[in-house]
């Protein structure tokens, strides 16, 4: 901005003075020009009526040399030419006057239309060519057929026209060297609150709110620094309260999902001892039952996932990571859920990374379970490894290599606002066709109900079956626990926008690290 402001006064400057100058040079050429062709044209008359009186005509050549003679010693340095039909007599016989007095000019003073004048240049020099007619004195003013030319030189005017403009031109340095410098101190003035106030602006924007500007004067810089002081304090004290809200919700939700477990254990060991006994009791009082038990699991998933949240939120998630072959860690993800058959996986060996096992079992049961539950066969799961002609995707690692797994399916898809927010906390993209499901279909929640009871627990205190899981029974939470595991690796998961054939594609990207041993992430 200083460099536009200085470029801005120079130019004006340098313009203004250009005007000045050019105007000065017009007006002052104009002024020298008039007065010495004023001046000439007027002793040329005065001279031609003075020597005209006693010439007698017609002239021999003699006389017409004597009179052009007469007239030019009355003229000073100015060259007399007098024709009077084929004859020409010059007042200075060296001088070559032919290329001097042009045809247009002779024709013009043969007219008798009173003295006419006509500037050339010859031989790369100015002259003044004046001419008039001769006329007899009677009245009606007859041409006599005697003209008179004189021809003067104006190199003298030239010369000190252009030494004006060469005093006005040599004036413009210093005129432009003032304006550079006035600009210089404006700018000073100008932009130096300008970037103080820049300054506190990009501060504030990293996050330091209590950045504050100095408020000097009265004027609209003074007004703008107050009215960002004004703005910054408010966002600190709207920052204040919204983080002190968070904490409090974070505490409440943490607290709540805490004091929960406890009851709901009682109530899961009570539903258990209920599913059991389920076959003996009577049909109404058995589906009850199973529907408890699985409503029961539902409630301690949404427990569980939003403590895991809490986590996340509060930033206390650690990851437990170690050298770990993905393929296996996949594998053994589908075939503790029972998905092996029903999976069509691409899981080349040799694949291994830095990860926490049980995170990314987390992640790899939402995905899959999601394309399962909501897509249609074949449903792919397709792990790689990206290097750095990738282009440095999301969660690429040294030197650009990132592990990319893949699932994809070939159902309905996702539309355009559900692909948006599909990571939202308790979104869900089919959430008519779950209220209908829950309302209407009491066999399918009683076969939910019994498949969650009877399947298998995952280790290290993973999630069972489904646990988290978008839609459907799920808690609303899976997809977001799944990305907050993926950027506590340092990854991302990435949803296709649009997929030749149709059907949903998320893409898990993690960086491949490695190590020569096992050890913490």
């Not at 041409?143 to 403009?165: H, N, Y």
């Not at 170690?322 to 999976?343: F, I, K, N, P």
């Not at 498949?451 to 298998?456: D, H, K, M, N, Q």
């Amino acid at each position: 901005m200083r460099v536009r402001l200085v470029v801005t006064f120079v130019l004006v400057a340098l313009l203004s003075a250009v005007t000045a100058t050019a105007l000065a040079y017009r007006d002052a050429r104009t002024a020298v020009l008039q007065r010495t062709q004023n001046t000439a044209v007027d002793d040329l008359r005065e001279r031609v009526a003075a020597v005209a009186a006693g010439f007698d005509l017609p002239p021999d050549q003699r006389s017409l040399s004597r009179f052009a003679a007469e007239v030019s010693e009355g003229l000073g340095a100015r060259i007399v030419v007098a024709r009077h039909q084929d004859l020409t007599a010059v007042s200075d016989a060296y001088a070559d006057t032919e290329g001097r007095i042009t045809a247009e000019l002779r024709a013009a003073v043969r007219a008798g239309d009173g003295t006419r004048f006509q500037r050339v240049e010859w031989r790369g020099e100015p002259y003044l060519v004046v001419g008039t007619p001769v006329t007899y004195a009677d009245g009606d003013r007859r041409t006599s057929g005697l003209e008179v030319f004189a021809i003067t030189d104006l190199a003298a005017e030239r010369d000190d026209t252009e030494a004006l403009l060469d005093s006005v031109r040599e004036g413009i340095v210093p005129v432009v060297a003032v304006a550079a410098l006035l600009a210089l101190l404006a700018a000073g003035t100008v932009l130096r609150p300008v970037r103080k106030l820049g300054r506190a602006t990009r501060e504030l924007a990293a996050g330091d709110l209590g950045s504050r500007v100095a408020v000097r004067g009265h004027d609209e810089l003074a007004d703008l620094a107050r009215t960002f002081n004004e703005t910054a304090g408010a966002l600190q004290s709207s920052d204040a309260e919204l983080r002190a809200q968070e904490a409090k919700a974070r505490r409440f939700v943490a607290d709540v999902s805490h004091e929960l477990r406890t009851p709901l254990a009682a109530m899961a060991m009570v539903a258990t001892v209920l599913e059991e006994d389920a076959d003996q009791l009577p049909p109404d009082a058995a589906r009850a039952a199973r529907t408890v038990g699985a409503e029961t699991a539902r409630l301690s998933r949404l427990v569980e996932d939003l403590m895991e949240i809490s986590r996340f939120d509060a930033g206390a998630a650690r990851l437990n990571a170690s050298e770990t072959d993905l393929a296996d860690t996949v594998r053994a993800s589908l075939a503790l859920r029972g998905w092996t058959d029903r999976v069509t996986p691409d899981l080349p060996e040799g694949v291994r990374a830095v990860v926490d096992r049980r995170r990314v079992d987390v992640i790899v049961a939402n995905l899959v379970g999601n394309a399962l539950r909501h897509g249609a066969p074949p449903v792919t799961v397709d792990l790689a490894v990206v290097g750095a002609g990738g282009g440095g995707a999301p969660g690429a690692g040294e030197g650009g290599e990132r592990v990319v797994l893949k699932v994809a399916d070939r159902g309905p898809g996702l539309p355009p606002e559900a692909r948006e927010r599909v990571f939202d906390r308790f979104y869900k993209a089919d959430e008519a066709r779950t209220r209908t499901t829950a309302t209407t279909a009491t066999a399918t929640v009683t076969a939910t109900a019994t498949a969650t009871a009877t399947g298998p627990a995952a280790p290290d205190g993973a999630p069972g079956p489904g646990a988290g899981l978008d839609g459907g029974q799920g808690s609303g939470l899976g997809m977001a626990i799944a990305l907050e595991n993926a950027r506590l690796h340092g990854g991302t998961i990435e949803v296709e926008a649009q997929r030749p054939g149709g059907g949903a594609a998320f893409t898990l990207v993690l960086p491949l690290r490695r190590t020569d041993g096992e050890g913490e992430g």
